[in-house]
């Protein structure tokens, strides 16, 4: 059961052997934190994960939510496990002590994440779901604010949400109607209907805190005259107790594909004319304080993307070994051979195989940038802070729409590698499936994030920020080429990497140019191209570390002898392992990258040209 949240061996792998997480106890910022006391942490995390949260999906699912009088009570056996969720910490592990967190490296946070999230992402949302809201009031709140909300929601106490989405507006967040009209006494009167709101309302806390957006009377028209209030389910006194019911009421819940014990809630606000908010920030620059919860839920959502690919994949590699069917391909045509486990059968390890290589891929690439956060905290200049920020907001887009499309589609294989039974909701990769798709949908659909990508990110700072990064890839294509064996792959990813900067070029003049249409119908597949080279970035790093750890345990032996070696010791198969998942996303995906970076290149004008009535229905 453990190893079908995250395999523990390779999360080691990724924060010691390839990031080298030891050295954060010789900083300034996290001088004392060693090795033992992360193990130590990330160990309570995964069995309190096995142990405590896993077992919730089966009855989440399956009983669900239950909505009466407006009010959401979600399965029973949650609430003890939350309680003991919330003395863990475990909300805001990388926050400062003084605001009620423990202080750990963001990468750290990370890795104790994976094993929480990949548990049971619709449980653990209520207290993740609490933290962006939280870190907003901690950086953009008044002291008062911060005295009267940080503790009671980095504890858990309350919970907190993000409230931005209306019936009419969706993406389009300048449409909204939400009104905020001044008090006397300095509150707001809020006004509006809101939907799509992720644990909006429950049974699991004593209060709701909803950073809510609106508009104030006279304020300007789209997304520059939109303010942001902190509106309490229950409402705040000044000394910090709570007082009567706001005029927040739940209007019905949504029935979704999945995270069936997740409550997407539908909000009225001020039906009664009775619900008060307090200014989060300053008036008309309420988007401001929202993207930065915005961009901290992308890369969460990224990084739940990994937790379903490494869920799916461990799944189904477990099925593939335990399921007899079929006889060995050499022996089809001996009648008589015996049964052999599907992992035997080539397509079975095709499948596998993908999985394996995305999922270590989007591991090395999720706590990359975990790790940047770390490093943009030690920075010890303004311009230092800055590179990694710059790098982290290029980065931002791709980690959330590649992460969750390729979770996703590892869900897909997973369900194709158990066959019909996969297709049954006795195997929970039919429910995992059905919970992995919302996330390419989550805060900014996929073909938003690419959108950002190909206006905003490629060309910041003149393109400096994008050539940086394929700086820092050139310098693990340049320890690979030094390292035996794997010269190779090194010169084949580096070909991919010349080619993106061409692509990049060319379709960046286009986003420029009056056929700037064009560009945009290629987007998408510009930002999978970009993931896709990142993947092998990251994979070709992994395998540069692996390939002298393995020489170094195998030592000089004959190629049988070799062999014979990594199949008995697991150590020494975990790197050969690491080798070939590189070996096979740069030899036979990248192959198909530079394919879709030629289409890019083409710039074909059908989608943009086709009348609406040649789309035919």
């Known amino acids: 059961m453990a190893q079908l949240i995250a395999d523990k061996r390779d999360v080691d792998f990724v924060l010691y052997e390839q990031l080298g997480a030891e050295h ?27 142990k405590e949260i896993l077992p919730l999906n089966e009855e989440g699912d399956r009983i669900g939510l239950k909505f009466e009088n ?17 003395e863990a910490e475990y909300i805001s592990m990388s926050e400062d002590p003084e605001v009620g967190g423990q202080g750990l490296p963001v990468l750290v946070a990370q890795a104790a994440l994976e094993y929480l999230l990949g548990a049971d992402f619709a449980f653990s949302a209520f207290g993740f779901a609490t933290h962006g809201a939280a870190k907003m009031i901690e950086i953009f709140g008044t002291e008062k604010q911060k005295q009267l909300y940080l503790r009671n929601m980095y504890s858990g106490r309350w919970a907190g949400t993000m409230v931005l989405t209306e019936a009419e507006a969706g993406s389009d967040v300048g449409a909204l109607t939400t009104s905020a009209v001044k008090n006397d006494d300095g509150t707001y009167s809020i006004t509006g209907n809101k939907i799509f709101i992720t644990c909006g309302e429950h049974n699991v806390t004593e209060n709701i805190i909803h950073p809510v957006l609106a508009r104030i009377e006279g304020a300007p028209a789209g997304t520059r005259g939109i303010s942001l209030f902190i509106v309490p389910k229950i409402w705040v006194n000044d000394d910090g107790t ?9 209007t019905g819940i949504e029935e979704k594909l999945g995270l069936h014990a997740s409550p997407t809630c539908q909000l009225a606000f001020g039906g009664k004319g009775k619900c008060r908010g307090v200014l989060l920030g300053e008036e008309n620059k309420g988007m401001r304080v ?7 839920a992308r890369l969460g959502v990224g990084a739940l993307g990994l937790c379903n690919a490494s869920c799916a994949y461990l799944y189904a590699l477990n099925y593939a070994r335990e399921r007899v069917q079929g006889r060995d391909l050499a022996d089809m045509l001996q009648k008589e051979a015996p049964s052999v486990p599907i992992i035997r059968h080539p397509d079975v390890r095709r499948m596998l195989m993908g999985m394996k290589a995305y999922t270590e891929g989007l591991r090395s690439f999720v706590y990359y940038v975990a790790e940047l956060f770390d490093k943009q905290a030690c920075a010890a200049t303004e311009e230092e802070k800055e590179n990694y920020e710059d790098i982290i907001s290029l980065l931002t887009p791709v980690i959330k729409a590649y992460c969750t499309d390729r979770g996703f589609e590892c869900t897909v294989q997973a369900v194709q590698v158990y066959g019909g039974y996969g297709y049954t909701r006795d195997y929970p990769v039919e429910r995992l499936m059905r919970d992995a798709k919302i996330n390419s949908i989550y805060e900014g659909t996929n073909g938003i994030q690419a959108m950002d990508l190909l206006g905003r990110k490629l060309g910041m700072k003149k393109g400096a920020v994008f050539m940086a990064l394929l700086g820092e890839i050139g310098s693990i294509i340049n320890r690979a080429k030094e390292t035996p064996g794997l010269t190779e792959l090194a010169g084949k990813l580096e070909t991919a990497v010349n080619r993106l900067a061409e692509t990049a070029m060319q379709i960046g003049k286009t986003a420029m140019s009056a056929d700037f249409k064009v560009a945009f119908s ?10 896709d080279v990142i993947m092998g970035w990251m994979l070709l790093w992994r395998a540069a570390v692996a390939q002298p750890a393995l020489d170094k345990l195998v030592g000089n032996t004959s190629e049988a002898e070799r062999r014979e070696f990594i199949e008995k010791n697991k150590n020494a198969a975990f790197y050969a392992g690491q080798i070939q998942s590189a070996r096979y996303f740069i030899e036979a995906v990248l192959p198909v990258t530079l394919g879709r970076m030629d289409a890019i290149r083409a710039g074909s004008k059908a989608i943009v040209e086709i009348p609406e009535a040649g789309f035919g229905g």
């Open 24 to 50: 954060f106890e010789k900083t300034a910022k996290f001088k004392g934190q060693n090795r033992k006391m992360f193990d130590l942490l990330l160990k309570e995390a995964r069995n309190f994960a096995i």
């Open 70 to 86: 407006n009010q959401v009570q979600v399965p029973e056996s949650f609430h003890r496990v939350y309680k003991l969720f919330r």
């Open 242 to 250: 709570l007082g009567e019911p706001n005029d927040v009421v739940c």
């Open 290 to 296: 929202m993207f930065h919860m915005m961009n901290e």
């Open 522 to 531: 290629f987007a998408s597949p510009f930002l999978d191209a970009m993931g």
